[in-house]
């Protein structure tokens, strides 16, 4: 499934909606780190698309179904989001005092896996969610609160 999206910050936010709504049929609880975790990611990488390219872009999401997965529960999610630009994604080392220049160390922290490709005259940036994954910690906790209290927000990220 996708979502196409504009190269306007307020895309973010409609993002994350629809994020947010895919996630009702996929076996994976809205309250569940996973979930939480997903969230956060789609307003990184839509973000960098929409602040850093000034092009469209396109964000893909490849969900469980409620039927699917392992017996144990386990399952991966994959978050995609591909734009217009060539320039590579590059991880930056943000003072204590920037406003900005995280968004890929979040991604890296969070994702279990992460990377990117060129895709035609622009790129692919994806990450990968393991529910059974025993090193995540619900966004929520990792960021001071919960994601409600970022709702409003477009994260600023390289």
């Given amino acids: 499934m996708q979502l196409e ?18 996630l009702a049929g996929s076996g994976i609880a809205a309250d569940e780190p996973l979930a939480e975790t997903l ?3 789609v307003s990184e ?3 960098n698309a929409v602040v850093h390219t000034g092009c469209p872009a396109v964000l893909r999401l490849s969900l469980p179904g409620a039927d699917r997965g392992d017996p144990d529960g386990s399952v991966t999610v994959r978050l995609e989001v591909a734009d217009a630009s060539d320039r590579a994604p590059v991880p930056r080392c943000a003072d204590g005092d920037a ?14 896996r992460w990377g990117w490709s060129p895709e035609g005259a622009g790129k692919r940036i994806w990450c990968e969610l393991d529910r059974c994954s025993e090193t995540r910690q619900s966004a929520a906790v990792a960021y001071g609160g919960g994601l409600a209290s970022y709702e409003g927000l477009a994260f600023e990220a390289v």
Avoid: N
Avoid at 5 to 22: K, L, Q
Avoid at 99 to 112: E, H, S, Y
């Fill in 5 to 22: 999206i504009r190269p306007d910050p307020t895309e973010v936010g409609r993002a994350r909606r629809w994020a947010r709504s895919r």
């Fill in 39 to 41: 969230i956060l990611l």
């Fill in 45 to 47: 990488l839509v973000t």
């Fill in 99 to 112: 406003t900005g220049g995280r968004g890929l160390a979040l991604v890296d922290g969070l994702a279990d």
